[in-house]
């Protein structure tokens, strides 16, 4: 079993900047790929962006590419996604997952969720 656990979201204003933090506990982390995915108001969850279990291979949505950037430190169990250039339509919650690719049915365990604000 995996459990993640979502860190960093908050309210911040078009143009600024956030660092979410995805802590996993299980020794399964360092094995597996892993993304962050975004469900705003009313909308589905849909893809963010996916590093694979060494980090040599990321892949992003068009909508954040040059913006975000997805990393991991296995040696900490801990994914991050850092945010730049924020925009209102990244308003959103947003949830860190094993697994790997786009598709979110691909995915074995989710977090909880952090919310991240962005303000026009």
């Known amino acids: 079993q995996v459990q993640l656990v979502e860190s960093g979201g908050g309210l911040v204003q078009a143009g600024g900047s956030l660092r979410l933090s995805c802590a996993a506990s299980g020794r399964t982390f360092s094995t597996n790929g892993m993304g962050w995915f975004r469900q705003a108001p009313g909308k589905e969850r849909v893809f963010v962006a996916t590093i694979s279990s060494n980090g040599g291979s990321t892949y992003y949505t068009d909508s954040v590419k040059g913006r975000f950037t997805i990393s991991r430190d296995n040696a900490k169990n801990t994914g991050y996604l850092q945010m730049s250039n924020l925009k209102p339509e990244d308003t959103a919650v947003y949830f860190c997952?094993?697994?790997?690719?786009?598709?979110?049915?691909?995915?074995?365990?989710w977090g909880q969720g952090t919310q991240v604000t962005v303000s026009s």
């Open positions: 997952a094993i697994g790997y690719g786009s598709n979110r049915h691909r995915y074995a365990y």
